[in-house]
């Protein structure tokens, strides 16, 4: 549910926040972990979840103690920004359901298989949807043009929870899929009694996970260097990301990994301090407990222009230009 995210955004963001070694990474769940994680849910549900995160916590703080964040300078930079495209296609592709009103449609464990699911009902998408979700993008480009110190999502999310609730009231006579209509309820608190189990399959799959997370955080650190011009401490940041995915599984998240696409977000909205991030939890907290009912009412199409937003400001131009001229 979104419950668990919002759990592992909190716990994970803090810890890492506090013995990280970026000023700028915030760490959370991620969609570069999400097919890894729904792949091994498929096959043995959800209750070994809580323990796979406890696992992947301790395989990175094993990774810790064995340096091997030392051999990550050998990674090529175009390696780093292939990476950051793929994050950000994931991250815009997979809101094309959401966007278009495609919803029931059947679910698969490849991200490549999903989107053609996706392709394949476009005579079935609502046009009213299309409309918010094109509109709700359009705002925040051009909020960006006029008032570029002010985050586009924050303006625009009171106005989507009002559509959602006029909508759902039946005020209006257009309907819009609210996060409340997908999701149904969700009560607020920041801890849920784990249950742990241990399996082969959830072996396998958290040293996969563990893999991932190491790459996409010490990634996601160096693109936050490169864009701010510092240097993060590798050592505290694989300690702080061990820590975090240990914290979460025993308060019943699932894995967390630097998140790419908040992070360039963290940066280009002013952040100068590991502060930030633990500012973000706090405030994540603060937000679900006095405002997760009227966020129910929020349309999964203006969520929708929320990523793929963050998606294209994900990409940046020029250095792809570079590599094209190195040819």
């Known amino acids: 549910t979104p419950l668990v995210g919002i759990i592992t955004a909190v716990w994970a963001g803090s810890v890492a926040a506090i013995f990280g070694g970026s000023h700028f990474n915030v760490v959370g769940p991620t969609g570069a972990l999400s097919g890894l994680i729904a792949a091994y849910v498929a096959m043995n549900g959800t209750g070994g979840i809580p ?8 395989m990175i703080l094993a990774a810790y103690l064995l340096r091997l964040e030392r051999y990550l300078i050998f990674i090529p930079s175009s390696v780093i920004n292939g990476f ?10 997979g809101q094309l359901n959401s966007a278009l009103g495609l919803y029931g449609l059947p679910k698969h464990e490849s991200f490549f298989h999903n989107v053609l699911e996706s392709l394949r009902h476009l005579p079935q998408a609502s046009l009213p949807t299309a409309l918010v979700f094109a509109l709700s993008l359009a705002s925040l480009f051009v909020l960006r043009r006029f008032l570029p110190k002010v985050p586009g999502a924050l303006l625009l999310s009171p106005f989507g929870i009002i559509l959602g609730y006029i ?8 309907k819009v899929a609210t996060l409340g209509s997908v999701f149904g309820d969700v009560p607020f608190h920041l801890f849920q009694l784990p249950h742990l189990e241990l399996s082969p399959t959830l072996l396998v799959t958290a040293a996969a996970i563990a893999l991932v997370a190491i790459l996409e955080t010490m990634l996601s650190a160096k693109i936050a260097d490169g864009m701010t011009h510092t240097k993060h401490d590798e050592r505290k940041e694989m300690l702080g990301l061990g820590l975090a995915n240990v914290v979460v599984g025993l308060v019943g998240g699932i894995p967390a990994t630097a998140a790419l696409a908040r992070t360039s977000l963290n940066i280009k909205t002013g952040a ?15 937000i679900s407990f006095f405002l997760l009912p009227s966020f129910r009412y929020i349309p999964m199409a203006v969520i929708a222009s929320i990523l793929a937003y963050v998606a294209v400001n994900m990409v940046e131009k020029e250095h792809f230009m570079r590599f094209y001229r190195y040819q």
Do not use: C, K, Y
């Open 51 to 58: 323990t796979l995160t406890v696992i992947v916590g301790l």
């Open 167 to 174: 909508s759902a009231r039946g005020i209006i006579p257009v």
């Open 272 to 286: 100068s301090h590991r502060t930030s991030a633990a500012l973000s939890a706090l405030f994540l907290a603060l």
């Open 84 to 93: 950051t495209l793929g994050v950000a296609l994931i991250i815009a592709f």
